[in-house]
């Protein structure tokens, strides 16, 4: 299996990524190439102690500062779909149409990546950007326009009065740490991780990194039709980057964003918003069966969301 394979020749694990809360940020084991490890080493230096975990949060904690309230809109996409009549959906054009959010956000930071002309400090900045929102963008409520996604709507968590979207970012994953893995993000890490090379998960991990899994048709042409289609482990995300670097090779113009995994990935975080995150929220959602139906949840998202942001940044940075 071309799967087992990759990740054994990826030397590198590092603990860190996703984007749920300050230690949603710290908590998934990826999978980086010794080049793609090195590249974010250097950039990211020692401010971050050469952690992509550590410089997950960054841009969380900049976003309430006057220098960088432009980029709090691009944290997430306000889905305008209806969760609470079992209605979900991701449209670029209804929910992206002024070009700011969190899908035009990782296309933007995609390219200002690969674009050394920018100068260390804006790649360096590119790469904090990418690393949180490919985290954020797992995140249910960061998918959802309701209420500024769940923002407004109040909840107890642990006899608590808190708001849906608190709970998704930091609460019940705080509470599943504690619970399963002593309070610890390493320990929780290194059982996603392992969890991960045994395929243990509802869905196998070899579809983790396809984006044709939608009933959707993207705004997005194939850049190279007639060219072989190349079937192997993060296909789509090769095709999605050499595409988005390449552009002018056949991408439709109308598009909001030219990448197509974004925002099939956007659509799957939404479509928990149907089935998980609104029906039935009553009494203490942090206990009993809305925390137990919630917890498969953000193991699965938060997993992926590291392979995918690994495999996101190999094939950028050591192609
Ligand atoms: C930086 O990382 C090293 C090695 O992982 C660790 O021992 C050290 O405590 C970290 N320092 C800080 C300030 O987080
Ligand atoms: C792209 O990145 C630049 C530099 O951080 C920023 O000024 C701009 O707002 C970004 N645009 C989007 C859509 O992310
Ligand atoms: C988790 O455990 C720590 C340490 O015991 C505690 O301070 C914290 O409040 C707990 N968090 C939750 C959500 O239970
Ligand atoms: C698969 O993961 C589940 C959830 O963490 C765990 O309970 C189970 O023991 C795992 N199965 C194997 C074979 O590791
Ligand atoms: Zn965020």
């Not at 394979?5 to 010794?34: E, K």
């Amino acid at each position: 299996m071309r799967f087992s394979v990759t990740v054994s020749v990826v030397a590198a694990l590092v603990a860190g990524v996703s984007a749920w809360g300050a230690d949603g940020h710290r908590t998934v084991g990826c999978f980086l190439t010794p080049k793609t490890l090195s590249f974010v080493q250097t950039s990211l230096g020692t401010a971050f102690n050469r952690s992509l975990g550590t410089a997950a949060t960054w841009a969380d904690d900049v976003k309430n500062q006057a220098a960088f309230t432009w980029s709090k809109n691009l944290h997430f996409v306000d889905a305008e779909d209806s969760p609470t009549t079992n209605s979900c959906s991701v449209h670029e054009l209804r929910d992206c149409g002024n070009g700011v959010c969190v899908l035009a956000a990782i296309a933007n930071y995609t390219t200002r990546l690969v674009t050394p002309s920018l100068g260390t400090e804006q790649v360096s900045e590119a790469l904090r950007f990418l690393d949180h929102f490919i985290g954020d963008l797992s995140q249910p409520l960061h998918v959802e326009a309701i209420e500024a996604g769940g923002n407004g709507i109040t909840v107890t968590c642990q006899g608590r009065s808190t708001n849906l979207h608190a709970i998704w970012d930091t609460n019940m994953l705080d509470v599943h740490l504690n619970t399963s893995f002593g309070g610890s993000i390493a320990t929780y890490t290194n059982n996603l991780v392992a969890r991960i090379k045994a395929d243990n998960f509802s869905v196998p991990v070899s579809n983790w990194l396809s984006c044709t899994s939608t009933t959707e048709p993207f705004t997005v042409v194939d850049p190279n039709p007639n060219g072989k289609r190349d079937d192997d482990f993060g296909a789509d995300i090769r095709r999605d980057i050499r595409g988005l670097l390449g552009l002018g090779h056949g991408l439709d113009k109308r598009a909001i964003t030219p990448l197509a995994c974004p925002l099939v990935w956007a659509r799957e975080s939404n479509l928990f918003d149907c089935a998980t995150v609104f029906p039935v929220r009553t009494g203490d959602l942090c206990t009993g069966t809305y925390l137990a139906n919630a917890i498969p949840v953000i193991d699965i998202q938060i997993a992926r969301s590291g392979l995918r942001l690994a495999t996101w940044l190999n094939e950028l940075l050591d192609p």
